[in-house]
């Protein structure tokens, strides 16, 4: 009879015989050290909590598992085992009388079965290896459901956008007109009222106040639907930047912000929509202020760079939208705040995902600045830094007269 081809497995195999009858245990290890199988790690078990311990300590291939251990009995041994373990490949070694059991040990998540007694060296040999082959496919497997499942998940994202897009041009017309005749009323009863009443000032303060989030609300979603159009022209952003401080300077002030300015004087042109871009600053400066501490930092740094052949200084960029030897126009947003937490970091350019949701905060900030940036054909990136608080990234193509007078 020909032995299973011995080239399949490319690498040693490390194996656990977890069985408790000791005549069994020697049978198993004498046929794997004859096997043509290469074995580089063998360990032998005779309890299951002695199986665990071991599968804890070695990162074992595959295991020829006896399902009644003294700790553990039938079905329950093997679910167990795979609960803990499910990266490994599992034969049951049951009893002559048992052959149902090893049967329907296959539909419980073990990869084959031997009948005690009924097997030689080369049906061991040919079960580890279809026990090792199934347990391949079956990871294939799962990383193509999940890869189906996160492709089915963006696709109910982006029709759930399509919606919202759909809706905004709508909601807009019938919330801005409400609301700017509120505006008006307010900003009416304001000047008309001259009460000593302190708390009506107050009141009709937070009323406009309120008006304002709202309205913003509202652009945040027309923007992020794409329903407003694009002007773009050359811009220095240096400049923007400065509109863009000098628009929130009252947020700065009352926080005692210390911003620190690194600008390059020499900076090439963008070729942008002003408006849409003093948007997208204003949220990522306002972000920052939002995550500093009372007299934290905040620096705004812009440069520009030409990007190396192999795009290796800017690895995120992503090749389809830069091209090696491109000159690109970088902004970077810095705080020395909260920072993001790690599980979040996946979830910000989500519409609507915010932390921040007592304190007021919509979450459509970025992702309305991710669309702005990609309307521009440029890139936005937030990361933690090192050792504070979190830097928003900016990049946009250098304008088609900078790059060449750059030349
Ligand atoms: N500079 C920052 N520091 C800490 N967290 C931030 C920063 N910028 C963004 N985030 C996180 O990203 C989330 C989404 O931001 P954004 O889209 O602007 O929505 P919002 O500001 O309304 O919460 C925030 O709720 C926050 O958790
Ligand atoms: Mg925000």
Redesign the pocket.
Known sequence: MNQPSQSKFTQPLKILIVEDNQIDRRILESMLQESSTPVSLLKTADTLAGAMELLGQHSFDAVILDLNLPDSEGKNTLTKLIGKYPQVAIVINTGAYEDEVGIHTLSYGAQDFLVKGKYTGYVLNKALHYALERKRLERELNAAYERLTETQSQLVQMEKMKVVGALASGIAHEVKNPLSAILYGVTYLCEQIKSPEQKIQVTLTNMKEAIARANNTVNDLLNFAGTTSQNSKPENLNELVEKCLSLVHHEIDKKHVKVVKKFDGGLPEVNVDRNRIEQVLV??I???I??VADGGQLELKTYCRRISEDLDSLPDLGKDKFKPGEMIVVCDVE?N????QPQ?IPK??DPF????REAG???????V?KDIMENHNGVVL?ENRPTQ??R?RLVFHASDGAALSDQ
């Open positions: 949220n990522l306002f972000n920052a939002q995550a705080d705040g909260s920072g993001i979040h910000v350019f995902f915010t932390t921040r905060g919509v979450g459509l900030g970025l992702s600045t937030v608080g979190v928003a």
